[in-house]
């Protein structure tokens, strides 16, 4: 399909170059011969004029000045060097066309692989929770009687699976609000201290139950973004932390003003990540075998906080060493004052 497409994108930029070049070749001829002819008649006049005062017989052209047949010539050959020369422009713009079609559809290409993954992983994460389901009643049906604790137990954890179900639907909802997210409209000033506040408000639940507590140092900073967002970009970063670290432990969130931008760093004391993995933690749906044996997820969160830090204009990276812990830092562009 992308050669295809390929093809017929090089085919209209051909009819496009071919349509330009030969109206300038035929503008460029009809002028060209059309001042050859004019100064060859004003020479033929001139010529004549001096006949008849002079009296002589036949007609000699003046030195210099072209024949019919050198302008018959001319002409034709005029004709033959725009024909050479629109084959060859048709040519190389054929290989510059067939050039400039795939830089031109290589994004778009990329963006179907991209989009048609999605819905494959989309799809097989669906399933898994779909298959628990049906696998669990179907297995109740066979039963020929079943007692109120097992109907409790099958639906305890029927709940769970539609709960997990929930999460995703919500996760690639998060997903389709960031895309659609406009990077001028709907911005507002916004402090990053009330950004982390709302986000550990979010997430408080979480540290207490895993006994996780919080040392914030804050710089005041003032970004222009969309609050929604950030907010649950910060709460995909310490949610992370919080699953990932050892209990009894400290998360450090630090927030630094660095040449007109500010640094937000979230440290935590977990497992790490290895260096295998970091290339690939933003990915959609990626989750290494070491985090799916520790926590539940479809691993889209990394995925999203990094979508909306771009959407924002800035930059996220991750520091990490396995056993120690890991540092992600967000570097948002601060409003202008």
Known sequence: MFNLARLKLTGWYLVIIFLISGLFSVAFYQTS???????????????????????????????????????????????????????????????????????????????????????????????????????????????????????????????????????????????????????????????????????????????????????????????QGDKESLVGLFVILIENAIKYSKQNTKLHITAKKKSGTVEIAIKDYGIGITSEDIPHIFERFYRSDKSRSQTEGFGLGLSIAKQVVDKHGGHIEVTSILGKGSTFTVSLPMAQS
């Open 33 to 223: 011969t059309r001042e050859i002819q004019r100064i060859l008649t004003r020479v033929q006049m001139i010529e004549k004029e001096r006949q008849r005062r002079s009296g002589e017989f036949p007609l000699v052209p003046p030195p210099g000045a072209p024949s019919i047949e050198e302008l018959e010539a001319s002409k034709q050959r005029l004709f033959v060097n725009l024909i050479f020369i629109n084959g060859f422009i048709l040519v190389v713009a054929g290989g510059a066309a067939y050039f400039l079609a795939g830089k031109t559809l290589t994004p778009i290409k990329a963006m179907v692989e991209e989009q048609n993954q999605f819905i494959t992983n989309s799809s097989h994460e669906l399933r898994t929770p779909i298959s628990t389901l049906r696998a669990e009643m179907e297995g109740s049906l066979l039963e020929k009687q079943i007692s109120d604790k097992q109907a409790r137990k099958l639906i305890q954890s029927n709940i769970e699976e539609l709960g997990k179900l929930q999460k995703l639907s919500d996760k690639l909802l998060q997903i389709a609000k960031v895309h659609n997210m406009s990077q001028k409209n709907g911005l507002a000033l916004t402090p990053v201290s009330e950004v982390i506040t709302s986000a550990l408000e979010q997430t408080n639940k979480l540290a207490k139950t895993n006994r996780i507590t919080v040392d914030l140092d804050t710089e005041e900073a003032i970004i």
